[in-house]
């Protein structure tokens, strides 16, 4: 299909550290002096996939940070993903952590709309998705959003 030959087009036949890395992957590694750790994302700063140049690509630290990025600047102005990571890498901490979750979500019964609601940055998707990586989301039927 053309997904596929899209995503194919957009892969690098190179293998570093016996596995396929797409270029931007390859670029931030080497930029970085490292491999990435399993969480961290690579963004496109200009949003042009093909832009692998090392000044349009940013670290996200994990994959809830990139999100909640994409999602503040579809609804503010922009601003640059070093800024929004200043401004709100606390809250994004936040809610990565399974007790902040587990408590809003389980002890305080919250929906996780309310919780994307009063944490601002971070979509209810985001918090759904983050609640059934952890296992909290099952324990107990959803409320109502």
Do not use: W
């Not at 957009?10 to 490292?34: N, W």
């Not at 709100?88 to 587990?102: E, G, I, R, V, W």
């Amino acid at each position: 299909s053309n997904d596929i030959k899209y995503y194919e087009s957009r892969r690098k036949k190179s293998f570093h550290h016996d596995e396929q890395k797409r270029d931007y992957v390859i670029k931030m590694e080497l930029h970085i002096g490292r491999p990435l750790n399993k969480d961290e994302v690579v963004h496109h700063i200009d949003q042009d996939r093909t832009n692998n140049d090392i000044t349009n690509l940013y670290l996200f630290k994990n994959q809830l940070v990139h999100e909640a990025y994409h999602g503040y600047i579809l609804k503010n102005p922009y601003i640059s993903p070093n800024e929004f990571v200043q401004e709100y890498s606390d809250l994004c901490d936040k809610l990565s952590d399974y007790n902040f979750l587990y408590n809003e979500y389980i002890t305080l019964n919250k929906s996780a709309n309310q919780i994307s609601k009063e944490n601002k940055i971070i979509s209810r998707q985001a918090v759904v998705k983050r609640l059934k990586k952890y296992g909290i989301y099952n324990l107990r039927q959803p409320t109502v959003n």
